[in-house]
């Protein structure tokens, strides 16, 4: 089979996501597979390879670049793959010279990269809802995290940039707008006059009065100050649904992995969210099996599940990464780390079944996203649809190619007959596997 077109392979964050749209701009027609990995954590890593390998097979003759987190991180393990034809770094992905290079590697120091992505994506064709990079590398150095080493340190985009950005999403037809970043709640002390994130999404709203939906990616809580958190319980424009980097639920597991808030602060914030704003879905990062971590520890990680109401639960057991403190620490053995995983998961999932029961018999505006009978409602919950939203305008049998088969240079958003990208009122009847089932009005 022939292709004439990019396939970028995106891996781990938001991030990466939004990033991933930008190098399939640059890359126009090239018959070039992307993966933009991840190296969270060492299963992130394994995963990249695996990606790798996967691309090769199905596509021998074109040409395989690498480049992401974990490329950043050790590009010579990357170039030494005989899959891989290059290996590009975290910033240089971004620029046009680094695509028309002839170098096999093209990676420079991280830390040394001061300015932010430019933003050349003119759509996000293939997703309903569109991602903008407001921020990017981190200034903190949790003990467990090798995201710094493939991010480099923090560094805003201008306010003017985000608004633009905003609103040519918004013109191009998205309903929804993620703002995203490695450290989003850091956004602005590099910045003249260092704007917060609370003054960034009131601009966002108050100059693009078309936008109908903004959410936020990850929060690291200790930085949610007053402006961003009345946005946050306040603004009907901006989803129900805070994503909290919590880590864990001990205070000294927290403390050696060098976080910057305790337990208490952090059941406080979320008691102060749900008081303002009901019906505010809560997510968190947790890590299980942290270097030096007792069973009486774990617990306390294990119970803010339930004492934070977590329903949108990522649960990583711990990896070392090279280079980071926590690698050189006492090890937790791997089958405890398992072990404790799975019960994180668990209670996590009982938790979420719990709240999804307790949606039954709500309404809901969901964003329609491919193939056109599932969605997300405000809160993040997934809602499977019926009937399928627009089906009726479309002859039998039309609605999945159309709606599977838009070219990548369409914006999915902009399919009046299929209503992808659209937001439509659903009544919950039920949950089955882990979803909500809605009847769409």
């Not at 049998?397 to 439509?424: A, D, W």
Request: overall charge positive; glycine content about 6%; aromatic content about 4%.
């Amino acid at each position: 089979m022939a292709f004439s077109s990019p396939h970028v392979i995106n891996l781990g964050c938001r991030l990466n996501l939004a990033e991933g749209e930008t190098i399939r701009t640059l890359l126009a027609d090239r018959d070039t597979i992307v993966v933009n990995s991840c190296a969270v954590t060492s299963e992130a890593v394994k995963q990249t390879r695996q990606a790798i390998r996967r691309a090769r097979r199905e596509r021998p003759d074109a040409e395989l670049v690498v480049t992401g987190c974990a490329a950043q991180i050790d590009p010579a393990a990357f170039a030494a793959m005989p899959e891989v034809d290059r290996v590009i770094g975290n910033a240089e992905k971004l620029r046009p010279a680094a695509w028309a290079s002839a170098e096999a590697v093209v990676v420079q120091d991280i830390m040394a990269v001061r300015e932010t992505a430019p933003h050349l994506a003119a759509s996000f064709s293939t997703h309903a809802r569109a991602f903008v990079e407001v921020q990017n590398g981190c200034d903190h150095r949790c003990t467990f995290c090798a995201i710094p080493f493939g991010r480099g340190n923090s560094r805003s985009v201008p306010a003017g940039v985000v608004v633009d950005r905003a609103a040519q999403l918004v013109d191009a037809g998205h309903a929804e707008v993620v703002l995203t970043g490695v450290d989003l709640t850091s956004y602005g002390p590099d910045l003249p006059g260092a704007p917060t994130l609370g003054q960034l999404v009131e601009r966002i709203l108050r100059h693009v009065p078309g936008l109908r939906r903004l959410r936020l990616s990850s929060l690291d809580g200790i930085e949610v100050d007053d402006r961003l958190f009345a946005l946050l319980t306040q603004e009907p424009r901006v989803m129900p649904h805070v994503h909290l980097s919590f880590q864990a639920g001990d205070d000294m597991v927290l403390k050696r992995m060098k976080r910057r808030h305790t337990r208490a602060q952090s059941l406080a914030l979320v008691e102060r969210l749900k008081a303002a704003r009901p019906a505010i879905a809560i997510g968190a990062d947790l890590i299980a099996g942290f270097p030096t971590e007792t069973e009486a520890m774990f617990a306390n990680t294990l119970a803010l599940i339930d004492d934070c109401d977590i329903v949108h639960a990522h649960i990583f057991p711990y990896s070392p990464r090279a280079g980071t403190p926590a690698a050189r620490m006492p090890q937790t053995e791997p089958e405890v780390v398992k072990a404790r995983a799975t019960r994180l998961r668990t209670a996590a999932e009982r938790r979420r079944t719990a709240w999804l029961r307790s949606l039954i018999g709500t309404e809901q505006q969901v964003l329609v996203e491919r193939p056109g009978d599932r969605g997300h409602a405000g809160n993040f919950a997934e809602v499977r649809l019926s009937p399928i939203p627009f089906a009726l305008s479309l002859s039998k049998g039309s609605f999945s190619s159309l709606s599977e088969g838009e070219t990548q240079n369409s914006p999915s958003t902009s399919s009046g007959r299929t209503g992808i990208g659209k937001i439509v009122k659903a009544r919950i009847d039920k949950v089955q596997d882990g979803k909500l089932i809605g009847t769409a009005a």
